[in-house]
């Protein structure tokens, strides 16, 4: 079996290194580590850590389910739970040891770098715009009402989502998923 590029090696160890220590908590070195690679070839393939950052965050928002969500052949709103649970259940199968790197590159480094904030805002406004789409083909459906605008819910259930992922893990503890699933599922999308 061939073995994989090094630099799809670096990006897979980024991933895991930035989601589990944060942007200012993995080092190159911790990086080129996790990759068994040495530190000097980094930067053959990176011009710096701030762009493997921006390559790392691409690829983790690749894995987060987002076709699924417009996906016509499944109700909407149960395209819309499901997503959220496969997040709850990744969340519960970590243990709570890690949040969303999204929203760990929000807020560890997107006030201090222009090109990851633009990063991170893209990675938002994708996420956003699924849900989107899925509660938009809900509401056409009459499956939630007319006051319920697309863009605006889905904007509040990523912000709910986020703030939902930091009491999880603040408190080790699952109880914070249930509020967000009973008023998301049983009030505002009813």
């Known amino acids: 079996m061939a073995r994989r590029g ?12 930035f989601h589990t220590y944060g942007y200012n908590g993995a080092g190159v070195k911790d990086i ?19 762009a493997l950052a921006v390559v790392a965050l691409e690829r983790y ?11 016509p052949s499944v ?28 929203g760990t590159f929000a807020t560890d480094i997107a006030d201090h770098s222009d090109t990851l904030r633009e990063a991170v805002r ?12 899925a509660i938009g083909q809900a509401r056409e459906a009459g499956l939630v ?9 889905a904007r509040f259930l990523l912000n709910a989502w986020e703030g939902t992922l930091i009491s999880a893990r603040t408190d080790r503890s699952a109880k914070a998923f249930t509020p967000f699933f009973d008023l998301v599922f049983g009030v505002l999308l009813r």
């Open 6 to 17: 090094l630099r799809e090696e670096l990006v897979e160890a980024a991933v895991l290194q």
């Open 122 to 133: 893209v990675s938002l406004e994708r996420w956003s715009d699924a849900l989107a789409t």
């Open 75 to 102: 109700d909407p709103l149960l395209r819309l739970r499901q997503h959220f649970e496969f997040h709850r259940d990744e969340h519960l199968d970590l243990g709570f040891s890690r949040g969303c790197l999204i």
């Open 61 to 71: 928002g690749a894995g987060r389910g987002l076709e699924a969500l417009t996906d």
């Open 145 to 153: 009402g007319e006051a319920v605008e697309p863009a605006t819910t």
């Open 32 to 50: 080129t580590d996790a990759a068994g690679a040495p530190k000097g070839s980094f930067y053959n393939h990176f011009p710096s850590k701030e």
